[in-house]
């Protein structure tokens, strides 16, 4: 009887300790959605270059177990994303960070407006969901003609990735702690 009280007092320790850790790293398996343009997708970075997997190994290095997917499109707009909003963003996620900057631009480019609606539009979505939105203007602040940028003056360099994944590491973390 002994025995069995000191091993259900190191499981109910285990447990406690296990929670804690839950607490202090926000979650267990959470899932991120990084939503946008070509800036997210990557454009002319590999894969594993493009912030959405660098943050996914940021999170990870600071004890987070979470999977970043990685939903950009080059060429698209807010309408484009709004229409996948749903195939994009599966049940599940937590936290979808959203590119308020390509999408608009492309439209424009596109002779479509800015398309300030439908960027409203996805945020009430995914706020209707219960999904935290971290708007994100994806590279803006870096400047054009900086380290950070490829020669075509607006798509990011693996630095620039980099950068952005570490400037939004804060957020993303606050999120995943409510």
């Known amino acids: 009887m ?3 009280m000191i091993s259900n007092g190191r499981l109910f320790f285990a447990g406690w300790l296990f929670a804690v850790v839950l607490g202090v790293t926000g979650t267990a398996n959470a899932q991120i959605v990084a939503l946008g343009a070509s800036n997210v997708a990557g454009r002319g970075v590999s894969s594993s270059e493009a912030f959405p997997a660098q943050l996914e190994r940021m999170l990870a290095a600071k004890g987070y177990n979470v999977n970043v997917t990685n939903a950009g499109i080059s060429g698209d707009t807010n309408e484009g994303m709004l229409a996948r909003l749903g195939s994009a963003v599966p049940d599940g996620t937590k ?16 002779n479509l407006g800015d398309q300030t609606a439908e960027l409203a539009a996805i945020s009430a979505r995914l706020r209707a969901r219960g999904i935290k939105v971290i708007p994100s203007q994806t590279g803006r602040e870096l400047g054009r003609g900086s380290e950070y940028r490829q020669v075509d003056g607006l798509h990011l360099t693996p630095a620039g990735h980099a950068r952005v994944a570490a400037q939004l590491l804060p957020a993303v973390i606050q999120s995943l702690r409510h």
Do not use: H, P, Q
Not at 96 to 110: E, H, M, Q, W, Y
């Open 2 to 4: 002994e025995l069995n």
């Open 95 to 110: 936290v979808v960070i959203l590119d308020t900057s390509g999408g608009t631009f492309n439209a424009r480019r596109k």
